[in-house]
Nanobody, 126 residues
């Protein structure tokens, strides 16, 4: 059984930074892609970023390119999302997810994903 636990959310002013973490456990993840999604009130869940565990392939949503960076610590089975230059429109619950697909496919195949964390709230004030 796969378990994903997010942490690091909080309240930050526009222009500030946060780093989210996703700790994974329960299986070997070497062939899996880890990704971040977000869901704002009244909106559908949307893709943010994804990376293979090797770091050989990454993919970002256009809305976060140049501001967000996905990384990982393989020894800790932990994926990170560094979020800089935050905007009020980044306010959402951020979810970690994993599935054996490419990062590019993860951005469009949300219904395929079996494993999700419970989410962490990010609030950006103006």
């Amino acid at each position: 059984q796969v378990q994903l636990v997010e942490s690091g959310g909080g309240l930050v002013q526009a222009g500030g930074s946060l780093r989210l973490s996703c700790a994974a456990s329960g299986r070997a993840f070497s062939t899996y892609t880890m990704g971040w999604f977000r869901q704002a009130p009244g909106k559908e869940r949307e893709f943010v970023a994804a990376s293979t565990w090797s770091g050989s392939s990454m993919h970002y949503a256009d809305s976060v390119k140049g501001r967000f960076t996905i990384s990982r610590d393989n020894a800790k089975n932990t994926m990170y999302l560094q979020m800089n230059s935050l905007k009020p429109e980044d306010t959402a619950i951020y979810y970690c997810a994993t599935h054996p697909i490419t990062p590019q496919s993860m951005s469009t195949k949300i219904t395929w994903i079996n494993y999700w964390g419970r989410g962490t709230q990010v609030t950006v004030s103006s």
